[in-house]
């Protein structure tokens, strides 16, 4: 059984920081890619950054220059350093990883999500 957990969110004031976390636990043998997500009301989920086995990211023009995805291998974890925040970034956001376990190979797996809230 494989499960992520995401802490980090809550509210926080425009243009400021948050970091959010996100761990794999397990019976893992390999991480592969490494996304978050966002669902803000009334929307559809929509992609926010990704980072493979090899670190190379990739982000949505909507966060690029304001967002920074990294990951600790050694922590099975994935980081979203948020910066210079707007009300539109409010959503729940959510990771996803891919993940070979003892189980089914380079399955897919999300977490449960966690609320940003970006609000004077």
């Known amino acids: 059984q494989v499960q992520l957990v995401e802490s980090g969110g809550g509210l926080v004031q425009p243009g400021g920081s948050l970091r959010l976390s996100c761990t794999a636990s397990?019976?893992?043998?390999?991480?592969?890619?490494m996304n978050w997500y966002r669902q803000a009301p009334g929307k559809q989920r929509e992609w926010v950054a990704r980072?493979?086995?090899?670190?190379?990211?990739n982000y949505a023009d909507s966060v690029k220059g304001r967002f920074t995805i990294s990951r600790d291998n050694a922590k099975n974890t994935v980081y979203l350093q948020m910066n210079s925040l707007k009300p539109e970034d409010t959503a729940v956001y959510y990771c996803?990883?891919?993940?070979?376990?003892?189980?089914?190979?380079?399955?897919?797996?999300w977490g449960q999500g966690t609320q940003v809230t970006v609000s004077s």
């Open positions: 996803n990883a891919v993940i070979s376990s003892t189980t089914y190979y380079r399955r897919h797996y």
């Open positions: 397990g019976s893992i043998r390999s991480i592969y890619d």
């Open positions: 980072i493979d086995s090899a670190r190379s990211t």
